[in-house]
């Protein structure tokens, strides 16, 4: 979430703009600070000094999430202000005194770690107090940094634990209860609680591909995807909605929250919807579900993919290939939408320069580049690869070459074109750029992504090191390509040339750190949720209960699951409600066995969904901000046009071809009828095909897409099953044979709508 526009305001009397100043100042000095932290604890220059020096430099997983969480907890309590404000001087001396207790109960760990290891579960004094301490700053961090709901449910999981015992608990859900001494360190002085699973996927892996994510927005790369979307699609019915897809959704990819990417291009891509004829509400809606869109498209996920590998112990490269399909489908069936929404309205497009090639060339070029792009990549990995068997101390060398032969050349490339404005011109909003003029400008953007996806996929290197070399090439193109330009330019290279490549480094480091600060409070305060969990065994009862009401029914029971998953993930992003479903409901989907990577999945999807779902819907919210419509009816709005995320989780359990689970054979069936279906669908929530749809055949159409999703295995060969899906792909291929003749003008008599 991004949190830059809530500076803090409250001050101490005397001088509130210098106390302001100086506020400003530590919390960017520190959000640099941890953002270098992370990085030193991923490379191998710790190991490399410390053999030097003798000094320990090297931090191992524990310590390095007490370090991680003094970080977060110290800039949680300091960025964001107090919910309800006393006066100046009263706010400012209980802040600092929050954050010396929140980073000292965690130094405390840090530095005392052998005495407490020799203790082994008796707390002394300093124990029980800095552990107390410790949990209450965390609950105080996470109030102010996502509100209520995150709080009650920790709160309630304490009481839980402390008074599990009480007859207020159903005889199914009481335990013994635990003592202040067990209870403070269970979830503090060990990895049970705060300090687990979840702080540390923070610490080692989703803290440096936020950071990737706000170096590459801090060089520019998301105007640049922006304005290439535009360029791209703006000529089109409806043009600017179908860029804002592409472009939020390019951009939520890299952005960690929904809701920090409408803030973002929402401010750009909403009026510009608005002028060309959409209404505020679905100007709204379009920029939602596409930056809600971008959540569920690996590498990130928002912040979620690491967590789900880790908690289902599949590999971060599996996960990819298990979520890279849903993701294309949830794509591609918004953009459909989108398509038939703004044909509906008779929408036009932007006006555009005549290209000077014809379409033929150009696919054919496109398709040359991207074999010669393919070659080059295989040639590049096979020459690695002997230099790295022939002389392994070489290696690194190697690629940086590599680097730096395809780097300087398409900086020089970018330096013959004019540095991009933000948004569109007024020139540009008259006649379109090239989409060729645009892209040779940002080509050098996408090596950083390229490094990152190679690193991962080809190299098979883990996400925390992938993220680090991907951080590594983000910052040296930030720093080097103002002066780079410059000279490619035949300008003058300057300091101030330098400068700008610096501040753009730190800022990007800065930003990196502060999108991380909620997250960070998040993954502590689900360690104590998880640690509850653990010690007193709740996930066994809320098995029971969704097998108890759901009567061993499939859809039922994921009926239920759906249900609880949007009520518990409201008002939190979406790390934060994965986790809290993770721990809650994900083991009643695989006790009555649904497949693990199934069930993470489809409470993921809910979970990221209940950002658009009302009454708490933060995403609609940020985006009627912006639009000044309804907060919600845009989000339903968005509900109704990115109805797949709702649909696609129920087609996991039953198709989990989609997940690329099963043989070649179940996969593709799995693709054929979900693509039939959901097309069916899409039409049928439109009401447009070629012309307006009646009722009944809107229905018929709903029920033939339906059909076709049958809630029934596609491996599944029973006639009744196959006769059902074959009628409803008759049913909906009828209706759109009978609307391509009627708008032919072969119709029997007038459409109406």
Not at 336 to 350: D, Q, R, S
Not at 466 to 477: D, G, H, P, Q, R
């Amino acid at each position: 979430m991004q949190i830059g526009n809530r500076a803090e305001t409250d001050n101490p009397a005397g001088d509130p703009e210098r106390q302001a100043q100086l506020s400003g100042r530590w919390v960017t000095a520190i959000c640099l600070l941890w953002s270098l932290f992370q990085l030193w604890i991923v490379s191998d220059v710790p190991f490399f000094l410390s053999e030097i020096t003798g000094l320990k430099l090297v931090f191992n997983g524990q310590e390095a999430r007490q370090i991680h969480l003094a970080f977060g907890l110290g800039l949680a309590l300091s960025v964001y202000p107090a919910v309800r404000s006393l006066s100046p001087a009263v706010d400012y001396l209980v802040k600092w005194a929050l954050i010396i207790a929140g980073v000292s109960a965690c130094l405390y760990l840090y530095l005392f770690k052998l005495d407490i290891a020799n203790r082994a579960g008796l707390p002394n004094r300093f124990d029980l107090f800095f552990s107390i301490a410790g949990i209450c700053c965390v609950l105080a961090a996470v109030y102010r940094a996502l509100g209520l709901p995150l709080l009650i449910v920790a709160a309630i999981f304490i009481f839980y634990v402390m008074f599990g015992h009480l007859d207020i608990f159903p005889d199914a859900l009481r335990w013994k209860g635990a003592s202040l001494n067990k209870a403070t360190w269970h979830f503090w002085m060990q990895t049970e609680g705060v300090f687990g699973v979840a702080l540390g996927v923070s610490a080692t892996m989703i803290f440096l591909f936020v950071l990737f994510g706000a170096l590459l927005e801090s060089a520019g790369a998301g105007n640049y995807f922006i304005k290439l979307s535009f360029a791209a699609l703006g000529h089109l019915r409806g043009g600017p909605a179908k860029a804002a897809v592409v472009a939020s959704g390019l951009s939520g990819i890299y952005s960690g929250s929904s809701i920090a990417n409408v803030v973002t291009t929402g401010t750009f891509t909403i009026p510009l919807m608005k002028k060309t004829g959409l209404s505020a509400e679905k100007a709204g809606a379009v920029e939602v579900a596409s930056s809600t869109n971008g959540q569920l498209t690996p590498p990130v996920m928002g912040a979620a993919a690491f967590l789900i590998a880790e908690f289902t112990g599949v590999s971060y490269f599996e996960l990819i290939k298990h979520a890279a399909l849903p993701a294309l489908v949830s794509y591609l069936a918004l953009f459909y939408i989108v398509h038939l929404e703004v044909t509906k309205l008779g929408l036009e497009g932007l006006p555009r320069q005549t290209p000077t090639q014809s379409l033929l060339r150009r696919f054919t070029g496109f398709i040359v580049g991207f074999a010669g792009l393919a070659i080059l990549g295989l040639a590049m990995h096979a020459v690695v690869g002997l230099v790295g068997e022939a002389a392994p101390s070489l290696s690194v060398p190697a690629v940086v070459l590599v680097f730096l032969g395809i780097y300087l050349p398409l900086v020089r490339i970018a330096a013959r074109e004019p540095d991009l404005t933000v948004g569109l011109s007024d020139g540009e909003m008259k006649m379109l750029p090239l989409v060729s003029t645009v892209a040779r400008t940002g080509y050098h953007f996408v090596l950083p992504i390229i490094v990152l996806l190679w690193c991962v996929l080809i190299s098979r290197l883990s996400p925390g090191l992938s993220a680090y070399w991907a951080c590594l090439a983000m910052m040296f193109v930030l720093v080097t390509q103002h002066p780079l330009k410059a000279f490619f330019r035949r300008q003058e290279v300057t300091v101030d040339h330098w400068s700008a490549g610096w501040r753009d480094m730190l800022r990007g480091l800065e930003n990196g750190a502060r999108n991380m600060i909620s997250i960070s409070v998040a993954t502590a305060t689900a360690g104590i949720i998880i640690g509850t969990v653990s010690l007193t065994g709740a996930h066994q009862f809320i098995g029971a209960f969704v097998e108890a009401v759901s009567g061993g029914n499939l859809v039922i029971m994921l009926l239920l699951v759906a249900v609880m998953s949007l009520v518990l993930g409201m008002g939190l992003p979406t790390s934060a409600a994965y986790l809290l479903l993770a721990v809650l409901v994900a083991p009643a989907l695989t006790r009555l066995g649904v497949e693990p990577i199934v069930g993470h999945m489809f409470i993921f999807y809910y979970g990221l969904v209940s950002a658009i779902t009302p009454p708490v819907a933060l995403a609609a919210y940020a985006a009627a901000s912006i639009s000044g419509a309804g907060a919600n009816e845009t989000a339903v709005e968005s509900i109704r046009l990115g109805f797949v995320k709702l649909l696609a989780p129920f087609l996991f359990v039953t198709m989990p071809g989609l997940l690329m689970i099963g043989a070649p054979g179940e996969i593709a069936a799995s693709v054929v009828l979900a693509a039939a279906g959901l097309s069916a669908l899409t039409v049928a929530f439109a009401g447009w095909l070629w012309r307006p749809m009646t009722g009944w055949e809107r229905i018929v159409l709903a029920a033939g897409g339906l059909a076709m999703l049958w809630p029934a295995p596609v491996a599944d060969l029973d006639a009744p099953v196959l006769a059902t899906r074959f009628a409803g792909a008759v049913l909906a291929g009828w209706i759109v044979a009978r609307c391509a003749r009627s708008a032919a003008g072969t119709s029997a008599g007038p459409a109406r709508r």
